[in-house]
């Protein structure tokens, strides 16, 4: 490298470090990825803080009471209140009636929902819920499985077998989950935490690549419609200008994940959750920088021909939307990170920073996965940025109509 590139990546960067534009996204960054991996859950598992109240359809007029005392014993809210309310709505009308009367009631807003339990429930198991909401999976779950364990019950009874005696016998099972390293050492790891580290890793190398991604091309598109292109061309050839831009905005995502590190092992302090685990750090970085400077080419390769801001926006977003993909594989990779599907998608080079910072926390990859993918990932990046190059030096200086694709890869192929 010559002292040109390093002159446009200091230019580069300092330029970039001081606009409104990072400093705002380097603040809403951490704040995003926090609304997007935990707001939702935290949401989710946030209890009532007023009684609920139910309508119970209940033709068999053997499971209401039951039921009321179960789920009052096993559902409290504030204040010790019930968490559900039971209102009887098994009148000495016809069923038609009754759901009829049910609708009427949730329409008005006195009651959440109905459940309707059929004459044939202790043989066919099977319950009706109607409701405005039936998103509301928590009231379904907890309302099933109690009648559930009351069916149960029931057939024990009818079978002769004391029920009292199985409620002694069973035992709560609290399961602690102990995650072991390749060489054999204990560490208490929850769900939580193995999901957590899995995620902020993939969104981290998610969001630096498309923010600085995104600047690349905005920097190329603006100062070749402005003209300047020409004047730094006067000073720096086409390559020392495209790899000092790369190199400056690489140096910008260095930055933003080093701060966004200091931010997750403050909050791995605070909470003891081992969010960010050294050795799982320098590998992730690995991956984040390797798959940036391949990503960079990338926006390069489709940015530089463009002639407006809106072109290359519309051109990257469909390079965006592979960033995207590995997201759609995070149950999988949670529950089965060695399978065929997710090792073979590890070694694409688009998804491979992805994956594999996906996969790290959640189980350790084997050292030849990790050094094939490492070594797969390097050369596409060199070939990458060699096709990128190519393209780069005649775009930037081409103005007018953009080149179709066979004209790139005449390019690339005659230049």
């Not at 602690?176 to 050492?185: H, P, Q, T, V």
């Not at 694409?348 to 990932?377: D, V, Y």
Request: with cysteine.
């Amino acid at each position: 490298m010559n002292n040109k590139i390093f002159e446009v990546a200091a230019w580069e960067f300092g330029e970039k470090v001081k606009s409104k534009a990072f400093i705002i996204s380097l603040v809403l960054m951490p704040l995003l990825i926090i609304a997007v991996a935990f707001l939702p859950t935290m949401f989710a598992m946030q209890e009532d803080t007023s009684p609920t109240t139910i309508g119970i359809i209940d033709p068999t007029h053997q499971l209401i009471n039951p039921l009321d005392i179960k789920l009052s014993h096993a559902y409290r809210i504030v204040h010790n209140q019930p968490n559900y309310i039971l209102r009887n709505l098994t009148e000495e009308k016809s069923i038609d009636q009754e759901k009829e009367h049910a609708n009427q009631l949730i329409a008005s807003g006195e009651i959440e929902g109905c459940f309707f339990i059929p004459a044939s429930i202790f043989d066919s198991g099977k319950v009706e819920y109607r409701a405005k909401n039936i998103g509301n999976m928590k009231i379904q779950e907890r309302f099933s499985y109690t009648i559930e364990q009351l069916i149960v019950e029931h057939r024990f009874l009818a079978s002769g077998v004391d029920t009292s005696l199985i409620h002694k016998l069973q035992a709560n099972v609290d399961v602690k989950s102990i995650k072991l390293s390749s060489n054999g050492e204990e560490k208490e790891s929850g769900f939580v935490e193995t999901f957590a580290g899995a995620y902020i890793n993939l969104l981290m190398i998610m969001f630096m690549v498309l923010t600085s991604g995104q600047l690349l091309v905005r920097s190329v598109v603006e100062e070749k419609s402005n003209r300047v292109i020409e004047v730094l061309l006067s000073s720096c050839s086409a390559h020392d200008l495209m790899a000092g831009k790369i190199l400056g905005l690489s140096g910008l995502g260095i930055l933003q994940m080093f701060i966004y590190m200091l931010i997750g092992i403050a909050v791995s302090l605070k909470t003891n959750a081992p969010i960010f685990v050294p050795e799982n750090l320098i590998l992730t970085i690995l991956y984040a920088l390797l798959g940036y400077v391949f990503y960079a080419a990338i926006f390069v390769t489709v940015g530089a021909p463009a002639n407006t801001e809106q072109e290359a926006q519309q051109i990257t977003s469909y390079v965006s939307m592979v960033m995207v993909i590995p997201i759609g594989f995070m149950v999988v990779a949670l529950q089965h990170p060695d399978s065929t599907v997710v090792k073979v998608l590890s070694f694409i080079p688009f998804l491979t920073p992805s994956l594999m910072a996906m996969r790290i926390p959640i189980q350790m990859p084997a050292p030849w996965e990790i050094l094939s993918t490492l070594a797969i990932l390097t050369l596409s990046m060199l070939g990458m940025m060699w096709v990128a190059g190519k393209i780069f030096r005649l775009a930037i200086l081409s103005y007018g109509k953009r080149p179709s694709l066979g004209e790139l890869f005449r390019w690339i192929r005659e230049s």
